[in-house]
């Protein structure tokens, strides 16, 4: 059983900072690519930001420049620090790992969400 666990949501000013964190634990071979996604009321889920195991990163153009996306493969852990935040940045953000299992097959998951919301 794979898990995906966040952390580092809360209610944050209008210019302030958030760090989000997103550890998956269980039992695998390895992870693939890594990311944040967001999801506002009464829109559909989009990419945030998008870590893979080699190369570089990519980002929505939304948060180009304001936010980073960092992993730390020794721990199985993302990071998402987020700056010069904006009330459009509210939304459920939720991790996403594509997770290499021990039999090879290689199946996405995602973590439960984490409230941010920026007020103005």
Known sequence: QVQLVESGGGLVQAGGSLRLSCAVSGSFFSINAMGWYRQAPGNERELVAIIPSGGSTNY??????RFTISRDNAKNTVFLQMNSLKPEDTAVYYCNADVIRISGKVQKYWGQGTQVTVSS
């Open 60 to 65: 929505a153009d939304s948060v180009k420049g």
